[in-house]
């Protein structure tokens, strides 16, 4: 058994960089950068602001409306109600923004699905969208997209990206379904009696502007308690910001779309999506990706969801079983059930079942270390592939020296928590050009797909850049211990 390496290389490019706000460690420090910026002439604003676009003239495509908007963030620390000229109030927004470059350290943790445009292709061939693991200054990850074409010989080509990163639009007027909202509050403790008055007098669906408005309101009715309910508000605030919704436009190319950390729980980065093209019972196909969100201090699994790669929308999960790393959705339901792999104790794989989507109350241990390279742990690679030998599962192994190795093993198609077939040795492991890196000794898969009877395998080197390798599916299949 051989795996193909293809290699193709997708390195980190410091080069793509993103328009960010900047924000001054406290308020003070923001009131005199604009008290320094009210003693210059409106000469003086003219000038230095076109400087300012001269200068980063091509690296971004619409500077302009992102100095706007954030004006309008810092607007409330201009002392006076005079109306700015619009070069005065770009040159203040300009001040409170900064590049930064979303890959400079890695580009890595790949995850492969089928695009859901298929159209001018030859026959034979299928597009797929990469999402890829970006990380830059401060270790802060997020997702970014890359696109391509297998064609009907198997060759993989990657489109080249363009020069441009573009932030979303954030959905403002999202709302929020109040009987799942209400349920998450209940899941997390904060089902108080002040809480559920709160979300009584809300719509069955509310935005955030309602929900931070009926909030307030009660607060004041009860004055007395003010200081008490200043944490729990606090917390249904947080809970709201992270379940959000953003949004791209058509025109903006599949490579410009990221997705940054936006939500309170994701401050510190995005990490290890998974992607997988879910069916519905009634035909009707969701992207979903489990992913790793970090704010600092705490590790927390989510779930991104979208239809088309232009509106996705973020999701807490919920439940005694969502904890750790790892997670990753079977591509349908089983018996009526949501399915889910998960890694609950740091080192063994586990499969968990539930009725409703964001919520996760049970587990059971399906595949514990037993070969000396995965003697350390044990865990997924992405989500299972349908196969009509069963569910293949491709999954990573930690041996000596904390390298990383690609494994293998199937589970019945209607009863996934039994093993019938495993690798007894590694399907791929890091050679000389894979173990120089950020991390070394690693390779590592967010998923795969199968394409005319051949894995195609995306996966990290030294969790620094990205490669493929394929294998023959029946020859892997083959290559299994059965159980």
């Known amino acids: 058994m051989q795996l193909k390496r293809t290699g193709i290389v997708l390195k980190p490019n410091s080069r793509h960089v993103v328009l960010r706000g900047f924000e001054p460690t406290n308020d003070q420090r923001k009131l005199n950068i604009i008290a320094r910026l009210s003693t210059l002439s409106e000469g003086e604003v003219d000038q230095l602001l076109q400087e300012v676009l001269d200068e980063f003239h091509g690296r971004h495509q619409k500077?302009?409306?992102?100095?706007?908007?954030?004006?309008?963030?810092?607007?409330?620390?201009?002392?006076?109600?005079?109306v700015l000229t619009e070069n005065r109030r770009l040159l203040i927004g300009a001040y409170f923004t900064q590049e930064y470059a979303l890959e400079s350290a890695a580009l890595f943790n790949p995850s492969i699905v089928w695009h859901p445009d298929q159209t001018g292709l030859e026959p034979g061939s299928r597009r797929f969208v990469l999402s890829l693991r970006a990380t830059g200054e401060g270790h802060i990850s997020s997702i970014t997209f890359r696109s391509g074409v297998v064609d009907a010989q198997g060759k993989i080509s990657v489109d080249e990206p363009t020069r441009f990163v573009t932030t979303p639009d954030v959905v403002t007027d999202s709302k929020f379904e109040k009987t799942l909202f209400r349920r998450k509050l209940v899941e997390l403790c904060l089902g108080t009696p002040f809480a559920e008055g709160v979300i009584a007098q809300l719509g069955a669906k509310f935005s955030l502007e309602e929900?931070?408005?009926?909030?307030?309101l009660a607060v004041q009715e009860n004055d007395e308690q003010a200081e008490t309910?200043?944490?729990?508000?606090?917390?249904?605030?947080?809970?709201?910001?992270?379940?959000?919704?953003?949004?791209y436009r058509p025109e903006h190319n599949l490579s410009e779309r990221l997705i940054?950390?936006?939500?309170?729980?994701?401050?510190?980065?995005?990490?290890?999506?998974?992607?997988?093209?879910?069916?519905?019972?009634?035909?009707?196909?969701?992207y979903y990706a489990t992913y790793s969100a970090y704010d600092g201090r705490f590790v927390l699994p989510q779930l991104l969801e979208t239809d088309d790669f232009l509106t996705f929308k973020m999701h807490t999960l919920n439940g005694p079983a969502i904890a750790d790393k790892g997670m990753a959705l079977f591509p349908r339901k089983i018996n009526g059930h949501y399915a889910m792999l998960s890694r609950q104790d740091g080192e063994s794989l586990y499969i968990m079942y539930s009725d409703m989507l964001h919520f996760w109350y049970s587990k059971e241990a399906l595949l514990r270390p037993t070969f000396s390279w995965e003697f350390v742990q044990v865990g997924n690679c992405g989500s299972p592939?349908?196969?009509?030998?069963?569910?293949?599962?491709l999954s990573h192994g930690v041996g000596p020296m904390r390298k990383y190795s690609i494994g293998a093993f199937l589970v019945d198609h209607e009863d996934?928590?039994?093993?019938?077939?495993?690798?007894?040795?590694?399907?791929?492991?890091?050679?000389?050009?894979?173990?120089?890196?950020?991390?070394?000794?690693?390779?590592?898969?967010?998923?795969?797909?199968?394409?005319d009877g051949n894995l195609i395998i995306p996966y990290a080197m030294a969790d620094y850049a990205t490669t493929f390798g394929t294998i023959p599916l029946d020859e892997l299949i083959s290559a299994m211990e059965r159980g």
């Not at 019972?281 to 969701?286: I, Y």
């Not at 070394?440 to 898969?445: D, Q, T």
């Open 385 to 393: 592939i349908e196969t009509d030998a069963g569910w293949l599962i």
């Open 211 to 216: 929900l931070e408005n009926a909030l307030r």
């Open 63 to 82: 500077p302009r409306e992102f100095f706007l908007q954030r004006f309008e963030a810092v607007r409330r620390h201009v002392l006076t109600d005079a």
């Open 229 to 247: 309910l200043d944490a729990l508000v606090k917390s249904i605030v947080t809970l709201a910001k992270s379940n959000y919704e953003i949004r």
């Open 260 to 286: 940054f950390p936006l939500g309170p729980t994701e401050s510190n980065g995005i990490e290890d999506a998974r992607f997988v093209e879910f069916r519905e019972e009634d035909g009707t196909v969701h």
């Open 416 to 451: 996934p928590s039994r093993v019938i077939g495993r690798l007894q040795h590694p399907l791929l492991t890091p050679n000389e050009d894979e173990r120089d890196g950020y991390v070394p000794n690693v390779v590592y898969s967010c998923g795969a797909v199968v394409h």
